[in-house]
């Protein structure tokens, strides 16, 4: 059974920072691609980043060079460090791992 466990959501103001963490478990997690979405309220879900198994990364272009995906194989963890913060970057953000495996979320809200 494949869980993903998300954390380090929280209350922000504009330009600061936090970093989300997802821990997977029940999958072959060094062979994975993982993902980071977002919904804000009202909105369809969105792709925020993902990063392969070598290791190669990807980004929206609305975060790009604030945001970054890592990976740890050796805690079965996918990391999002965001920075410089916005109100629009306020949503719950998913961990997802193909097919069809989501976490519970966590809420990220920016506020001034």
């Known amino acids: 059974q494949v869980q993903l466990v998300e954390s380090g959501g929280g209350l922000v103001q504009p330009v600061g920072s936090l970093r989300l963490s997802c821990e997977a478990s029940?999958?072959?997690?060094?062979?994975?691609?993982m993902v980071w979405y977002r919904q804000a309220p009202g909105k369809e879900r969105d792709l925020v980043a993902y990063?392969?198994?070598?290791?190669?990364?990807n980004y929206a272009s609305s975060v790009k060079g604030r945001f970054t995906i890592s990976r740890d194989n050796s805690k079965n963890a996918v990391y999002l460090q965001m920075n410089s913060l916005k109100p629009e970057d306020t949503a719950v953000y998913y961990c997802?791992?193909?097919?069809?495996?989501w976490g519970q979320g966590t809420q990220v809200t920016v506020y001034s």
């Open positions: 029940g999958i072959d997690f060094s062979r994975c691609a």
């Open positions: 997802y791992v193909h097919p069809l495996n």
């Open positions: 990063i392969i198994s070598i290791g190669d990364t």
